[in-house]
């Protein structure tokens, strides 16, 4: 086991009406105005809105609206964040929503603190150095940016899909209540459980280093993503499938599982940014379609580790039959496992390996994810 920092000062407040503390803890922080962040109208149709309005008014706090933010973030509404947030003097950020308002709300909270444009801070020309505060509530369990200090947004100008990452950026406080979360379709309840497990296969698989332990709690909360995945599909409303979904998707991305672990890369995310940047899928669609692809090519690299997969989480022997096993569940649950499913033809195939070399390069492994690589896993999709 490697040498490790782990440090995570977000404060989870998991459970039923925990999102009517929203004010309390705003204020707690000294925050008197924010910038309230979310995607669609349901949280208006569902009542939330005005549930974390009225919190917010009993403590004396302002807000000024941002609604709109769509599920692949775009930094065009970064940039109006940014500007919002400046022109009414904002202490705080606040998002009400899935990752990718979390994820718009942590870039905008950096940008709102840099000179220059906001895209600066994601292609490398700036360094993040300050953030404003941020808060969460969240509506969907799937990328567990309310426990990180990561954030991934697109360039609606450019089609680039790039992300960030600073200590600043964690949240202050995420409330975490699984009953708001019942709205969520069949469809990004699916592409949510895809999204949770691509971001524990990464460094389970890639790892030069990696323990026992980790891997026996990646195989955990693997386990637990396909059971109340499968509870969720059957009743929408099992409070306690739903509460295990969204503890397993915090999890699954806040240091825990790959603290010990040492060379490991994220080959999966760095490929699937570019399907979303050029095609504007869901990012759990199209991890679902790039995984198994990806570990086809890349089986052989790690034999023991994909047969301990195979026979932890699914109860087979060989890596072969694990990769089966978990296409067939995607498709089992319904959740895209090929290029055409999206929409993606073989004839799209170079202008997308043409974009991932810029997300391969961002993440580090060039010399092994070359245009040669990249083709041979993507035709693997189709």
Same mark, same amino acid.
């Given at each position: 086991?490697?040498?490790?920092?782990?440090?995570?000062?977000?404060?989870?407040?998991?459970?039923?009406?925990?999102?009517?503390?929203?004010?309390?803890?705003?204020?707690?922080?000294?925050?008197?105005?924010?910038?309230?962040?979310?995607?669609?109208?349901?949280?208006?149709?569902?009542?939330?809105?005005?549930?974390?309005?009225?919190?917010?008014?009993?403590?004396?706090?302002?807000?000024?609206?941002?609604?709109?933010?769509?599920?692949?973030?775009?930094?065009?509404?970064?940039?109006?964040?940014?500007?919002?947030?400046?022109?009414?003097?904002?202490?705080?950020?606040?998002?009400?929503?899935?990752?990718?308002?979390?994820?718009?709300?942590?870039?905008?909270? *950096?940008?709102?603190?840099?000179?220059?444009?906001?895209?600066?801070?994601?292609?490398?020309?700036?360094?993040?150095?300050? +953030?404003?505060?941020?808060? *969460?509530?969240?509506?969907?369990?799937?990328?567990?940016?309310?426990?990180?200090?990561?954030?991934?947004?697109?360039?609606?100008?450019? =089609?680039?899909?790039?992300?960030?990452?600073?200590? +600043?950026?964690?949240?202050?406080?995420?409330?975490?209540?699984?009953?708001?979360?019942?709205?969520?379709?069949?469809?990004?309840?699916?592409?949510?459980?895809?999204?949770?497990?691509?971001?524990?296969?990464?460094?389970?698989?890639?790892?030069?280093?990696?323990?026992?332990?980790?891997?026996?709690?990646?195989?955990?909360?693997?386990?637990?993503?396909?059971?109340?995945?499968?509870?969720?599909?059957?009743? %929408?409303?099992?409070?306690?499938?739903?509460? @295990?979904?969204?503890?397993?998707?915090?999890?699954?991305?806040?240091?825990?599982?790959?603290?010990?672990?040492?060379?490991?890369?994220? %080959?999966?995310?760095?490929?699937?940014?570019?399907?979303?940047?050029?095609?504007?899928?869901?990012?759990? *669609?199209?991890?679902?379609?790039?995984?198994?692809?990806?570990?086809?090519?890349?089986?052989?690299?790690?034999?023991? @580790?994909?047969?301990?997969?195979? =026979?932890?989480?699914?109860?087979?022997?060989?890596?072969? @039959?694990?990769?089966?096993?978990?296409?067939?569940?995607?498709?089992?649950?319904?959740?895209?496992?090929?290029?055409? @499913?999206?929409?993606?033809?073989?004839?799209?195939?170079?202008?997308?390996?043409?974009?991932?070399?810029?997300?391969?390069?961002?993440?580090?492994?060039?010399?092994?994810?070359?245009?040669?690589?990249?083709?041979?896993?993507?035709?693997?999709?189709?």
């Amino acid at each position: 086991m490697e040498n490790f920092t782990y440090f995570n000062p977000t404060k989870i407040e998991f459970g039923t009406g925990k999102e009517q503390l929203i004010g309390q803890h705003l204020a707690g922080h000294g925050i008197k105005k924010v910038l309230l962040c979310y995607g669609s109208e349901r949280i208006k149709r569902e009542g939330l809105f005005d549930l974390v309005g009225k919190s917010l008014a009993e403590k004396g706090i302002e807000w000024v609206e941002l609604g709109g933010i769509v599920s692949n973030p775009v930094i065009s509404k970064v940039r109006e964040g940014v500007a919002l947030a400046r022109a009414h003097q904002v202490d705080a950020i606040l998002s009400v929503g899935g990752g990718s308002v979390l994820d718009s709300v942590k870039a905008i909270a *950096a940008g709102v603190l840099h000179d220059g444009d906001v895209w600066d801070l994601f292609v490398g020309k700036a360094r993040i150095e300050f +953030a404003l505060p941020l808060f *969460a509530i969240l509506t969907l369990a799937a990328t567990g940016s309310e426990m990180n200090p990561g954030a991934v947004v697109t360039n609606d100008e450019t =089609k680039e899909k790039f992300f960030i990452s600073n200590p +600043a950026l964690f949240p202050r406080v995420s409330i975490v209540n699984p009953a708001l979360m019942q709205g969520v379709t069949r469809d990004y309840l699916v592409y949510s459980a895809s999204d949770v497990i691509a971001h524990l296969i990464e460094a389970y698989f890639t790892a030069t280093v990696h323990p026992k332990l980790q891997s026996r709690l990646v195989e955990t909360l693997i386990n637990t993503v396909i059971e109340t995945t499968e509870a969720l599909l059957a009743d %929408p409303a099992d409070y306690d499938a739903r509460a @295990q979904f969204a503890w397993a998707a915090t999890l699954a991305l806040n240091g825990l599982t790959y603290s010990g672990a040492a060379g490991f890369s994220y %080959p999966n995310h760095a490929i699937e940014h570019s399907l979303s940047a050029l095609f504007n899928v869901p990012h759990g *669609a199209g991890l679902s379609v790039v995984v198994p692809a990806w570990m086809k090519w890349y089986a052989g690299r790690n034999p023991a @580790q994909f047969e301990r997969f195979a =026979k932890s989480v699914f109860g087979v022997e060989s890596s072969e @039959q694990g990769i089966a096993a978990l296409q067939g569940w995607y498709n089992k649950i319904g959740t895209p496992t090929r290029l055409p @499913q999206l929409g993606i033809k073989e004839t799209d195939l170079p202008a997308i390996v043409e974009n991932v070399q810029k997300n391969v390069r961002i993440f580090g492994i060039t010399e092994t994810y070359t245009p040669e690589v990249v083709t041979v896993i993507l035709k693997n999709a189709l």
